[in-house]
C-alpha cells in the first residue's frame, strides 16, 4: 500500500513538474519557433481579467476591448514592427490566483506589460508582484485613489475625475439644487474611500452633518427592503438624492425595491458610479430611467472616432461569436481598456522599445484621440487627464449626456479633500510625496 | 348701485380679457417649446408656463416631466401607460385640451414609439418644472401620482394653489388620495384659524388624517406659526403621537420584510428538505436549479417579448417548476441515485454538478441578465399611509402560502405522499411492503428540483438573474432546513419564517452584515437544545 | 520487503521535491514561481491532512478548515505589515490613529507565532465544544460549520474589524529581515514548507497509528457503541478537531508569505468546500490521499485556468462528479484497485502459463 503511494505520488511529482516546466518554457519556444517559421516577430502582452466567478460579468468585456484593440495594432502592422501576442489567462475571480497569475505572466511567459483587474482587491494583489518584478500593469476602471504605484497605469478615473463632479451637478442649481445626500455602497475599499471623499467634499460645502447618510451593504446583498424604507423616510420632505456605489449584481434588487416602493428619479434620483451601459445592457430599465450615472465616457457621445469604436466593437463581438453578438455595447471601462492597449503601444512606438522604464517614461503626456476624443497622460505620474460626463438613463439603457467637464480633467490621485498633504510625482519626487 | 353694477361688468370684463391674455400667452410659450428656435427660448419659454400655472397646460407639462411628451401632425400628445401586444401605444392629446386619439372609424389610435416624434425637453428644463410637479401632478390620472403630489404641495398660502387644491379635492375619486387632499385643505385653514378651538379641531383633523408630511407639519406650525402657546403645544403633541406610530407602522413594515424574506427561504428549502429527508441526499446544486428556474423565466420572457403582457410570467411558473424538474430528474438518474443514504459523498458530487451548471449557464446566456416584473405585480399597495406593501412581495407570500399547502396535500393527502413519507422513514421496509422506491426517489427529486425552479422563477421578480445567483441561497435554505429538522415540512416553515423575521428585525438594530452573524450564533446556541432540528425523529427512528 | 519498498520510494518522493525541483531551479530549467507555486501546494496539503484526520479518519465534516486556515494566514500577514510600517495604510485611510490592541502583540514574531497556533487552536476548543456537546453530526455539523464560515467571513469582509476588509492584508517585504522577493528566500520558503509538510505527514501517521488514531477510526464507523464502550467520544471528536484546526493554521501560515495577499476570499463557501473536496478527491481516510489531493486538484487549478479559461470550470466539475461516483475512496482507492486487478491478471496470466 504505502510503496504503491509513494511510488505513484512521486511519477505523479516527477510528470507534474515536468509538465510544469514544460507549461512554463512551451509558451515561449512556440513563440520563437513562430517567429522563425512565419519570419514575423511578435511582442508578448498579458491580459488578466477573470473569465469565471463573480467579477466574470464585468471582466470579460473588458478582455474583449483588450483583444479588439490588439487585433487594430496588429492589422496595421503592429508595434515597431512587431506582431502582438496576448496571453489570456482567467484568475477566477480569486485574488490569490490574481497574485500567482500576475507571477506566471512576468516571471514565466515575460510579457512586456499587461492589461487587467477590475476590483481593488485583485490590483492590491498583484501589486508587489509587478514592483518587485519591475512589470507594467494597465488598469482600466475608475478606482479609489489613494495609490501611486510605478507599475500601473491608471486609465480609470480617480476619485476627482468622477465623484466630485457628480456631487458638484446635483448641488447645482441645473441639476436640481439637492440638499440631502443618501451615500449607499457595497462594502469595499472604493465605495468607504469614495464615500470618504463624498462626505468631505459636501461637509465643506456646507451640507449640514446630519443631511448625509453613509450606509454599506455586503457584496451580493439582494434584499433592500430596510433600506429602501430608511430613504424613503430621509426623503419624504424633498431635496434628497443617493449617491450610489453599489456593486455588481446587487443593483437590480436595489432599483427594483426602490421603484416598488413608490420612489423615484423625480423624486429622488440616483447618481450611480458604478453604472454602466454593459450593466444596463440586458437589465428590465423600465425602473431605472431618470436615474443618473457620472463616468468619463458614455456610449451615446456622438464625435465620430467613438461611433467608429462603438461600430467595430459591435462587428468584433459578432464575428467572434461573443455572447450577446451585435447587441453589445460600449461603456467607460471599456473605452479605457481599449485606451490602454494603444497608449502603451504609442508609448513603445515613441520610446522605440518595449522596456519598462522606456515605456514608462514615454508615457508622461503622451495624447491619444480615444473614442473619448483626446485624452492625456499627466505629466509627473501615471494617471489619465479625460473628460467627465453625467448622464441619464434612457429606457434603451443608453445615457442623455447632461453634463460635461470644459475640456479634460487632471487627475487627483491623492485627493486634496482628504490627504491635503500628500501628492503623487514620479518625476521630480519618488512617488508619493508629502506636499509642503 | 349702477355704478357698481357697471364696475363689475368691466371687472369681468377685464378677467375674461387677462385670462384670455394669458391662455394666449401660453399657447405661444407652448408654441415655442414644441418648435423652439433655440434653446434659450424654449428654457424661457417653460419658466413662463411654470410661473403662469394654468391648469389648461398641466398636461402638457405633466407628460414633459414623465419623459412621454411627442408629436403627432403638429399635436402635441403622450402615451397612455402600457403597450399593446403588439408594442403600440395608445395616444392622448395633452395641449391645448385633452382627449383620446381616434383612428377614422372611431377606434382608439394605436401606434408605436417609432411613428411618433419624441420631443426632447433637456433634464435641465425639466428640473425648472419640479417646483409645480405637485400642482399638475395633481391633474394626473394616476391615484399614486396624485397621492403624492397632495403630499408635495407647499406654496399653500397662494390664492390660486387653494383654488387648484379646492377644485380636485371636490372631485378627487380615490379614498388615499381624496384623504390627503383634504389635508392639504385643512391645514390652508389651520394656517388662517383665528382661535384656539378651530386651530385645534384642524389639528385634529389633521392628525386623524395623517399624510406624510403630517407631523412635519404639525411640528412646523407648533414651533413658530402657531397664534398661541396652547395650541402650539397641542400640535407639538400630536406630532409626538404621529410619530409614534409611525415607528410602530416602521415595525409592521420590518415584520412584513421579515415574512417577505421567510417565505423566500422556505419557497427554496421545501425543495431541499423533502428530498434530503428522502434520499439523504445534500443536495449542493439545489440553488442551480433554483438558476434555472429563473433562466427559464427569463428565455420565456424573451420569446414573449412581443406583446401578451403579463402571460409571459404566468406561463413561465409552471414551466420553471416543469423545466427544473426535468432537469432534476436527468441528475438524479445519472448522478444521485448512485449517492443514496451518503449525504456527504453526494455533497461533494453535486458541488461539482453546480460547478459545470453555472459555467454552462455563464457560457450560454454569458452576464447579467433580469426579467421584468409583470405590471399586475409592479408597485405596491399603501395598506396605510406611509406603510407601501410591494406587490411583487405579496406574491411571493401568497405563492409559498400555496405551494406549502399543496407540498402538505401531497404528502399527507395522496397515495404518493405517503409513500414518500415511508420511504423517507425507512427505506428498506417500505421496498418490503411493495413501494417502489427507486420511482417514489425519481419523483420526489422531480417535485423537490421544481420547487427549486419556482422560487428561481419567483426571484426574478426581486432580484437578478446571474449565473451563481443559487449559491447566494443555498447556504441560508440549508441554515433554514438543519434548523427545522431535516425533511420536515412543519420544521421548514416555523424556521424559515423564524429566520426571515430574526434577519430582519437584527437588520433594524445592527447593519445588514452583524444581523447575519447575529443569527448564526443564535441558531448555534439554538442546536445546543435541539440538536436534530426543532421537530426531531422520534422514537426508533431517531437513532442514525 | 515491504518497509525496504516503502523507505525506497520515501526517498524518491523527497528526492523529486527536495532535490530536483530545486536543482532544476537552480539550473535555470524552472523558475522561481514554479518552486513557490509548489511550495504554497504543499501548505494546503498540510491543512488537506487535518482535514483527512477530522473527516476521513473521524467521520466529522469540518467545513470550517478554511476559516484557521485564514487565521494562520492572517497572523503572519499582521506581524509583516507591522515590519513595513507602525500603521498599517488602511488604517491612515480609515482615519485611525492608534492601532488597535488586538495588532499590538503582532509586532513580535515569536508571539505572533504562539497566537497564530493558540488562536485558532482556543476557537476550535470552543466551537467542538459546544458542537460536540450538543451531539451535533453528521450533514448538522457540515451546515453548522459552513455558516460559521460564513459569518466569519462576513466579518471579515467588514473595514470596522481593521483586518483590511475586502481587500485582506498584502504588500509585504521582509520576514525576519529577510527579503521575500529574494529568490533565495523564496527557495528557503519552499523547504521549510516540504519539511513541514513531511513532518506534518509523520505525525500524523502516528496519531492513525496510534490507540488514539484506533478509537477516531472506531467513533467513525459507530460512535454510539464507541460511548457504550465507556469513552467519552467528546473529548476524542475535541482533541482531533484542535489537532486539525492547528495544521490548517500552520498552513497558512506557511502560504501567507509566499503568497503575499490574505483576503477574506480565502475562506468563502466556495474555498471550504474545495479544501475538501482536495482530500475527496486523493481517498479520504488515507493520509496519502489527503496529500495527494491538495497537490493535484491546485495543480490542475493553476494550469487549467492559464490552459483553458473558458472551460476549466467543467475539467473540475466533472472531476468532482466522476470521483465521487465511481472513485469512493480517491486516487488512492483506484490506485489500488487497479494494482489489486494488475496483479490479479498478472496471477492468472502466471497460472495459466503453468
Redesign the interface.
Known amino acids: 500500500m504505502t510503496s504503491a503511494f509513494f511510488k505513484n505520488l512521486s511519477l505523479f511529482a516527477l510528470t507534474a513538474a515536468i509538465g510544469f516546466s514544460s507549461c512554463n518554457q512551451g509558451a515561449s519556444k512556440s513563440a520563437s519557433t513562430d517567429s522563425t517559421a512565419t519570419s514575423k516577430e511578435t511582442v508578448k502582452i498579458g491580459v488578466l481579467h477573470s473569465l469565471s466567478g463573480t467579477m466574470a460579468i464585468s471582466e470579460v468585456s473588458l478582455k474583449d476591448a483588450v483583444q479588439m484593440a490588439v487585433d487594430e495594432i496588429n492589422a496595421k502592422g503592429g508595434v515597431l514592427g512587431k506582431q502582438i501576442e496576448p496571453v489570456i489567462v482567467d484568475p477566477a475571480s480569486d485574488w490569490d490566483l490574481f497574485a500567482e497569475k500576475a507571477k506566471e505572466l512576468l516571471i514565466d511567459k515575460k510579457v512586456s506589460a499587461v492589461f487587467g483587474c477590475w476590483t481593488s482587491v485583485s490590483r492590491k494583489s498583484v501589486l508587489p508582484v509587478f514592483e518587485q518584478n519591475n512589470g507594467l500593469l494597465f488598469y482600466p476602471v475608475q478606482y479609489e485613489g489613494e495609490e501611486c504605484s510605478n507599475s500601473v497605469i491608471y486609465t480609470g478615473a480617480t476619485p476627482n475625475q468622477q465623484l466630485i463632479p457628480a456631487a458638484e451637478y446635483l448641488m447645482s442649481e441645473k441639476g436640481g439644487g439637492y440638499k440631502k445626500f443618501y451615500l449607499l455602497g457595497t462594502d469595499y475599499v472604493f465605495p468607504r474611500t469614495a464615500n470618504k471623499i463624498l462626505k468631505a467634499y459636501l461637509l465643506s460645502k456646507g451640507i449640514p452633518k446630519e443631511n448625509i447618510i453613509e450606509e454599506y451593504t455586503p457584496f451580493h446583498h439582494q434584499d433592500y427592503q430596510t433600506i429602501i424604507s430608511k430613504i424613503k423616510r430621509f426623503a419624504a420632505d424633498g431635496k434628497a438624492c443617493i449617491l450610489s456605489t453599489i456593486n455588481g449584481d446587487s443593483n437590480v434588487p436595489f432599483y427594483k425595491e426602490f421603484a416598488n416602493q413608490g420612489l423615484s428619479a423625480a423624486t429622488c434620483p440616483i447618481m450611480a458610479f458604478s453604472v454602466a451601459e454593459d450593466e444596463l445592457r440586458s437589465m428590465d430599465t423600465e425602473f431605472l430611467v431618470g436615474h443618473l450615472a457620472a463616468w468619463n465616457y458614455f456610449q451615446s457621445n456622438d464625435l465620430p472616432e467613438n461611433k467608429k469604436f462603438v461600430d467595430d466593437f459591435k462587428a468584433f463581438c459578432a464575428k467572434k461569436g461573443l455572447p450577446g453578438g451585435d447587441k453589445r455595447v460600449t461603456d467607460d471601462p471599456i473605452c479605457w481598456a481599449y485606451t490602454g492597449v494603444y497608449l502603451w503601444a504609442k508609448a513603445a512606438e515613441k520610446a522605440g522599445s518595449f522596456d519598462v522604464s522606456k515605456v514608462r517614461n514615454a508615457l508622461y503626456s503622451l495624447e491619444f484621440n480615444s473614442p473619448d476624443g483626446l485624452v492625456k497622460m499627466d505629466a509627473r505620474n501615471h494617471h489619465l487627464a479625460k473628460p467627465v460626463v453625467i448622464g441619464e438613463i434612457k429606457p434603451d439603457g443608453q445615457f442623455d449626456i447632461l453634463w460635461k467637464s470644459e475640456g479634460l480633467v487632471d487627475p487627483q490621485p491623492w485627493s486634496p479633500l482628504t490627504s491635503p498633504d500628500k501628492d503623487c510625482d514620479w518625476v521630480n519626487h519618488n512617488g508619493t510625496y508629502a506636499k509642503k | 348701485m349702477k355704478n357698481s353694477l357697471k364696475f363689475g361688468w368691466i371687472l369681468l370684463l377685464l378677467l375674461v380679457a387677462m385670462a384670455s391674455r394669458a391662455q394666449d400667452s401660453s399657447s405661444l410659450y407652448v408654441a415655442q417649446l414644441l418648435h423652439p428656435q433655440s434653446d434659450s427660448v424654449r428654457t424661457h419659454a417653460i419658466g413662463r408656463l411654470v410661473a403662469l400655472r394654468i391648469p389648461a397646460t398641466f398636461p402638457l407639462l405633466m407628460a414633459i416631466?414623465d419623459?412621454k411628451l411627442y408629436l403627432l401632425d403638429n399635436q402635441a400628445i403622450t402615451i397612455d401607460g402600457k403597450p399593446s401586444d403588439e408594442e403600440k401605444y395608445r395616444l392622448h392629446r395633452v395641449y391645448p385640451d385633452t382627449r383620446p386619439l381616434h383612428n377614422s372609424s372611431g377606434d382608439p389610435l394605436l401606434l408605436s414609439l417609432s411613428q411618433l416624434k419624441t420631443v426632447d425637453i433637456?433634464?435641465?428644463d425639466r428640473?425648472l418644472l419640479?417646483p409645480i410637479?405637485p400642482l399638475f401632478n395633481l391633474y394626473s390620472p394616476d391615484a399614486?401620482k396624485r397621492i403624492?403630489a397632495y403630499g408635495?404641495l407647499t406654496d399653500l398660502q397662494d390664492p390660486q394653489v387653494q383654488k387648484i387644491l379646492a377644485d380636485v379635492v371636490s372631485k378627487e375619486t380615490d379614498y388615499n388620495a381624496l384623504r390627503i387632499g383634504k389635508e392639504s385643505l385643512y391645514a390652508i385653514q389651520l394656517h388662517t384659524a383665528k382661535n384656539e378651538a378651530t386651530a385645534k379641531a384642524y389639528i385634529d383633523s389633521i392628525a386623524r388624517n395623517w399624510s406624510?408630511?403630517a407631523s412635519?407639519l404639525l411640528t412646523a406650525y407648533g414651533s413658530g406659526k402657531a397664534f398661541n402657546t396652547n395650541t402650539a403645544n397641542y400640535a407639538i403633541e400630536k406630532a409626538k403621537q404621529l410619530e409614534s406610530k409611525y415607528d410602530n407602522l416602521?415595525r409592521i413594515?420590518?415584520l412584513f420584510?421579515g415574512l417577505?424574506?421567510g417565505s423566500i427561504l422556505i419557497l427554496i428549502a421545501l425543495g431541499l428538505s423533502i428530498v434530503?429527508g428522502l434520499a439523504g441526499v445534500?443536495n449542493?446544486a439545489h440553488g442551480e436549479f433554483m438558476m434555472i428556474g429563473a433562466y427559464t423565466t427569463y428565455c420565456i420572457q424573451m420569446l414573449f417579448s412581443r406583446g401578451y403582457g403579463d402571460w409571459f410570467f404566468i406561463i413561465s411558473l409552471p414551466l420553471s417548476f416543469i423545466v427544473a424538474g426535468l432537469m432534476g430528474l436527468i441528475l438524479e438518474r445519472l448522478?444521485i441515485r448512485?449517492?443514496y443514504s451518503k449525504?456527504?459523498?453526494?455533497?461533494?458530487?453535486t458541488?461539482?454538478?453546480?460547478?459545470?451548471l453555472?459555467?454552462?449557464a455563464?457560457?450560454?446566456?454569458?452576464?447579467?441578465?433580469?426579467?421584468?416584473?409583470p405590471q399586475l405585480l409592479?408597485?405596491?399597495w399603501q395598506a396605510a399611509p406611509h406603510l407601501?406593501l410591494?406587490?411583487?412581495?405579496i406574491f411571493i407570500i401568497a405563492l409559498t402560502a400555496v405551494m406549502v399547502l399543496l407540498t402538505y396535500l401531497m404528502l399527507f393527502k395522496t397515495k404518493l405522499g405517503l409513500q414518500i413519507r415511508a420511504v423517507t422513514q425507512n427505506r428498506q421496509m417500505s421496498a418490503c411492503l411493495g413501494v417502489e422506491t427507486r420511482r417514489i426517489a425519481a419523483v420526489t427529486f422531480f417535485i423537490g428540483s421544481g420547487l427549486a425552479g419556482l422560487a428561481g422563477c419567483a426571484i426574478t421578480?426581486?432580484?437578478?438573474v446571474?449565473p451563481?445567483?443559487g449559491?447566494?441561497y443555498?447556504?441560508d435554505s440549508?441554515?433554514v432546513?438543519?434548523t427545522g429538522g431535516?425533511g420536515k415540512l412543519a420544521g421548514t416553515i416555523v424556521s424559515g419564517l423564524g429566520i426571515g423575521f430574526f434577519t430582519?428585525i437584527s437588520?433594524?438594530f445592527f447593519?445588514?452584515?452583524y444581523g447575519?452573524?447575529f443569527i448564526?450564533?443564535f441558531?448555534?446556541?439554538f442546536?445546543?437544545?435541539k440538536?436534530?432540528?426543532l421537530f426531531p425523529d422520534k422514537g426508533r427512528i431517531a437513532?442514525e | 520487503m515491504k518497509t525496504n519498498n516503502s523507505s525506497l520510494y520515501y526517498i524518491l518522493f523527497i528526492a523529486i521535491f527536495a532535490i530536483l525541483l530545486p536543482a532544476g531551479h537552480l539550473s535555470g530549467f524552472l523558475s522561481i514561481n514554479t518552486i513557490s507555486i509548489w511550495g504554497r501546494y504543499f501548505c494546503f496539503a498540510i491543512a488537506a491532512l487535518g482535514i483527512d484526520l477530522i473527516w476521513g479518519y473521524t467521520g466529522i465534516l469540518s467545513m470550517c478548515q478554511a476559516f484557521f486556515f485564514c487565521l494562520g494566514s492572517y497572523g503572519i500577514a499582521m506581524h509583516l505589515v507591522l515590519q513595513k510600517t507602525a500603521l498599517p495604510d488602511f488604517m491612515v485611510w480609515n482615519k485611525i490613529t492608534t492601532l488597535p490592541f488586538f495588532w499590538q502583540p503582532f509586532n513580535s514574531f515569536s508571539l505572533t507565532v504562539i497566537l497564530c497556533m493558540l488562536i485558532p487552536a482556543a476557537l476550535a476548543f470552543l466551537i467542538g465544544f459546544v458542537l460536540f456537546k450538543s451531539r451535533i453530526k453528521g450533514v448538522y455539523m457540515a451546515i453548522i460549520t459552513q455558516a460559521l464560515t460564513l459569518a466569519m467571513w462576513l466579518i471579515f469582509l467588514r473595514n470596522e474589524t481593521n483586518l483590511g476588509g475586502t481587500n485582506g492584508l498584502t504588500d509585504f517585504k521582509t520576514l525576519l529581515g529577510f527579503d521575500l522577493a529574494n529568490t533565495q528566500v523564496k527557495l528557503a520558503l519552499y523547504f521549510i514548507s516540504f519539511t513541514v509538510l513531511c513532518l506534518a505527514y509523520m505525525a500524523c501517521h502516528r496519531i492513525t497509528r496510534s490507540k488514539f488514531g484506533k478509537v477516531l477510526q472506531a467513533i467513525r464507523d459507530s460512535e454510539s457503541r464507541v460511548s457504550y464502550t465507556a469513552y467519552h467520544t467528546v473529548n476524542f471528536k475535541l482533541a482531533v478537531f484542535v489537532v486539525a484546526a492547528l495544521l490548517a493554521a500552520v498552513g497558512g501560515m506557511l502560504y501567507l508569505p509566499q503568497t503575499g495577499i490574505i483576503t477574506p476570499g480565502r475562506m468563502d463557501v466556495k474555498a471550504s468546500v474545495e479544501m475538501v473536496m482536495w482530500v475527496a478527491l486523493g481517498g479520504r481516510g488515507n493520509l496519502k490521499g489527503a496529500v495527494i489531493g491538495a497537490l493535484l486538484v491546485n495543480f490542475l487549478y493553476s494550469v487549467c485556468t492559464s490552459w483553458f479559461p473558458d472551460s476549466w470550470l467543467f475539467i473540475l466539475g466533472f472531476l468532482f462528479v466522476i470521483t465521487v461516483l465511481y472513485f469512493d475512496k480517491g486516487l488512492i482507492g483506484l490506485v489500488t484497485t487497479l494494482r489489486a486487478r494488475i496483479g490479479n491478471l498478472y496471477l492468472k496470466t502466471a497460472q495459466t502459463t503453468n
Request: glycine share 6%; no cysteine; charged share 15%.
Open positions: 416631466n419623459k433637456p433634464r435641465a428640473l419640479l410637479a399614486q403624492q408635495q406624510d408630511n412635519a416602521q413594515q420590518n420584510s417577505s424574506l434530503y445534500i449542493m448522478v448512485h449517492l449525504p456527504l459523498e453526494s455533497l461533494l458530487a458541488w461539482g454538478i453546480s460547478l459545470i453555472v459555467q454552462t455563464r457560457l450560454i446566456f454569458g452576464d447579467l441578465t433580469a426579467v421584468k416584473t409592479a408597485g405596491g407601501t410591494p406587490y411583487n412581495r421578480l426581486i432580484g437578478n446571474v451563481d445567483m449559491q447566494t443555498i447556504v440549508f441554515l432546513v438543519v431535516v430582519k437588520e433594524a447593519q445588514a452584515v447575519k452573524v448564526l450564533l441558531i448555534m446556541l442546536m445546543q437544545y440538536p436534530k432540528g437513532e
